[in-house]
């Protein structure tokens, strides 16, 4: 009796040692044509054996020693295709199912990333629509804060359906991260599996994702309680997907970091945290595409100059953003508009991994010059634009209350009177004129700004893309 007990407490061990890595497993996709891409385990065996079945029929098979518990196998690159099955020998046999080369996309950020497409507008038929995508595929990361970094998380790959895109927020699936994905996945005629990591949390600073070598880099003290403390979701949500081969990330967060650390640490803090993450999934500088801050009313200025902190990341390469200002709600820090939001990424990817010829980028100050009437009281503020495929035209937003007075959009600082709004405004192909009253022959322009306002109305949009002018303030 004793010896039996014995020798079933040593089977339940041995069975313990095989950790059940979640993100790898049934519906998964695995990263296409890279050779990155990895299947890994934990094992008292000293063998391990990977099989690829295709249709039953065994395609390619892997073998390697186990040196210590833990073991990695860096498949091949292998185009878009399946199903396979993945069958893994071990002390034990896993296998995993419906399996499918494409690209996959991690999401991070906070509760804009997160709110599900539950909450947005037209959900009911969203999530109907979602059964038509059966090759689009959905990881849900659980919550997870810890302070040691992790190397497993909670959550399973489901195929795009009504039950995989749940409920709202943490019970559903990220809305800009799924809008985005359908909009790849059709583009490409359904014809390359997308799969979508979604790993966020909201309310949180981008100090709770950066590794601790990300903010020494940036001497970024900043900490809050329980997941926004500093590496928490990085240690707990990050690190356990870093074996896990992607095509590029997608993040919107910032919104924390306006009352906490601010415009000026998020300029080394973001940069830092992409760099780090990149350093350490060590798959080369994958594409990093973020969402610029949305409309919000009740924010000051220090919202839009977040705005401006964020695109500094662009200077990095392979770093692009999605601008949200016009598509925000002046009442709600969540606007319902995500389909936009994704739409905006999925040009992004469309454009920069598909090479799909269409514009991604909204116009965009290039430069901007002054010059002055004969007489002398006007200044003429000539502001170039890039990325001008239309007409640039204001745009009224639904919720516009102050529409559409030049003063509420541009504003020119000069010398002698701090900030003061143009007469008026003149925009012809990519030139828009600012006319500018002077009170004497020594008043001049030092900076020209535009959409300022946390919750700017009237903003300019390309009026063939439809996507809007950039914020921008300029020294002169
Ligand atoms: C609502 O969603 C369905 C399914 O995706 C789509 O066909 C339809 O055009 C959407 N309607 C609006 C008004 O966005
Ligand atoms: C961080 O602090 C060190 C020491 O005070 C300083 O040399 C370095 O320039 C600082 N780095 C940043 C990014 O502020």
Redesign the pocket.
């Known amino acids: 009796m004793k010896i039996h007990f014995f020798l079933l407490f040593i089977v339940a061990l041995v069975s313990c040692t095989n950790i059940n890595y979640k993100l790898l497993g049934n519906n998964m996709v695995l990263q296409r044509d890279s050779p990155y891409t990895k299947i890994w385990g934990v094992s008292d065996s000293q063998v391990v054996n990977i099989g690829l079945l295709r249709d039953g029929k065994l395609a390619d098979s892997y073998d390697t020693k186990v040196i210590g518990k833990k073991w990695v196998i860096n498949l091949k690159p292998y185009p878009s295709s399946g199903p396979y099955q993945i069958v893994v020998k071990t002390d034990e046999t896993v296998s995993y199912d419906n399996v499918m080369f494409g690209d996959v996309y991690l999401c991070s950020g906070q509760s804009n990333m997160e709110m599900s497409v539950k909450l947005t ?2 959900s009911t ?2 999530i ?2 979602s059964i038509n995508y059966p090759n689009l595929r959905l990881f849900h990361v659980k919550h997870n804060q810890q302070d040691k970094p992790q190397d497993n998380v909670e959550g399973e790959w489901v195929q795009s359906s009504p039950s995989g895109l749940g409920g709202d927020w943490e019970a559903g699936f990220s809305a800009a991260c799924y809008y985005f994905g359908r909009e790849v996945y059709k583009s490409l005629d359904g014809k390359i599996p997308i799969g979508l990591i979604e790993s966020n949390w909201g309310g949180t600073l981008v100090e709770a994702w950066m590794s601790p070598e990300a903010l020494k880099a940036c001497n970024d003290t900043i900490r809050g309680d329980g997941p926004n403390d500093q590496s928490h979701l990085w240690n707990g949500q990050i690190v356990p997907l870093l074996n896990y081969n992607i095509k590029a990330a997608l993040w919107y967060q910032g919104e924390a970091n306006v009352d906490f650390g601010g415009a000026q640490l998020y300029k080394c803090s973001f940069p830092s945290m992409i760099t780090d993450w990149r350093k350490n999934w060590n798959i080369g500088n994958f594409p990093f595409y973020f969402v610029q801050l949305a409309g919000y009313a009740p924010q000051a200025e220090r919202w839009s100059q977040l705005r401006l902190a964020q695109i500094e990341a662009t200077k990095l390469s392979n770093v692009y953003f999605a601008t949200a200002m016009d598509i925000g709600d002046p009442t709600d820090i969540h606007p319902r508009n995500k ?1 936009e939001v994704g739409r905006r990424l999925s040009l992004i990817a469309r454009n920069q991994i598909y090479g799909q010829p269409i514009a991604y980028k909204g116009p965009t100050l290039n430069s901007a010059t002054v010059t002055f009437s004969q007489d002398g009281h006007l200044a003429f503020v000539n502001l170039n634009i890039d990325n001008v495929v239309g007409e640039l035209l204001q745009f009224k937003t639904n919720k516009c209350t102050r529409c559409c007075s030049v003063g509420t959009l541009f504003s020119v600082v000069t010398n002698s009177r701090g900030a003061v709004a143009p007469l008026d405004v003149s925009v012809k192909g990519n030139r828009i004129v600012l006319f500018v009253e002077r009170t004497s022959r020594d008043e001049v322009v030092r900076s020209v700004r535009y959409a300022m306002d946390a919750y700017a109305e009237c903003v300019y949009r390309d009026g063939s893309t439809g996507l809007p002018m950039n914020t921008f303030e300029f020294q002169v």
């Open positions: 507008d037209n038929a969203e109907a629509d389909q």
